[in-house]
């Protein structure tokens, strides 16, 4: 049964930075597209990134471009997400989930919090 | 960006009743390919969110056969033919159609 680990969030200033990891198991990561869904305390679910299986195609919403960078390490069947310039509504779980046009399998997430 | 909405926001049901949860994006949702990728998410409470159908009307591997999708377009439609306690929770259908791709608001399923 596959599996998906979210970790590296935690408390960070405005302005600041995080990267968070999701390591996977159970599954070919290199076959998968993967995403990273994100959702606010009491809030319902926001599609912030995707990314092809083989790296070479990298997808935004318009709150995440410029300051997000989402990649991957096929070797070590990691997903990562670089945030830079986090702001305060940037705080939210956020889930890495299997797949792209038709997600399937989620994380427990990792939660986010922006504040001074 | 496309808009995805739902109604209604809110479901009381009484169970072993029906419910249905409308979906609606503001663009159509064929992809190039011909195929149609609107799928459907429960979140249950304190849970992350599975997903139940997909390309419309697909139902994923463990979901019960009281759960449908149909629809085509921009009008889309998720039916639990007899709402159980375990149904409880928030509902939500989310385009992969155009990117970025976009949930629509979500559906809270009480029972009454």
């Known amino acids: 049964e596959e599996q998906l680990v979210e970790s590296g969030g935690g408390l960070t200033q405005p302005g600041g930075s995080l990267r968070l990891s999701c390591a996977t198991f159970g599954f070919t990561f290199t076959t998968y597209d993967m995403t990273w869904v994100r959702q606010a305390r009491g809030k319902g679910l926001e599609w912030v990134s995707g990314?092809?299986?083989?790296?070479?195609?990298?997808f935004y919403t318009d709150s995440a471009k410029g300051r997000f960078t989402i990649s991957r390490d096929n070797s070590k069947n990691i997903l990562y997400l670089q945030m830079n310039s986090l702001r305060p509504e940037d705080s939210a779980v956020y889930y890495c989930?299997?797949?792209?046009?038709?997600?399937?399998?989620w994380g427990q997430g990792t939660l986010v919090t922006v504040s001074s | 960006d496309v808009v995805m909405t739902q109604s209604p926001l809110s479901l009381p049901v009484t169970l072993g009743q029906p419910a249905s949860i409308s979906c609606r994006s503001s663009?159509?949702?064929?992809?190039?390919?011909?195929?149609?990728?609107l799928n459907w998410f429960q979140q249950r409470p304190g849970q992350s969110p599975r997903r139940l159908m997909y390309?419309?009307?697909k139902r994923d591997s463990g979901v019960p056969d009281r759960f449908s999708g149909s629809g085509s377009g921009t009008d889309f439609t998720l039916k639990i033919s007899r709402v159980e306690a375990e149904d409880v929770g928030v509902y939500y259908c989310m385009q992969g159609t155009h990117f970025p791709f976009t949930f629509g608001p979500g559906t809270r399923v009480e029972i009454k």
């Open positions: 989930v299997r797949g792209l046009r038709i997600p399937d399998s």
């Open positions: 990314i092809r299986a083989g790296g070479e195609s990298t």
């Open positions: 390309m419309v009307s």
């Open positions: 663009q159509g949702l064929v992809y190039d390919d011909g195929n149609t990728f």
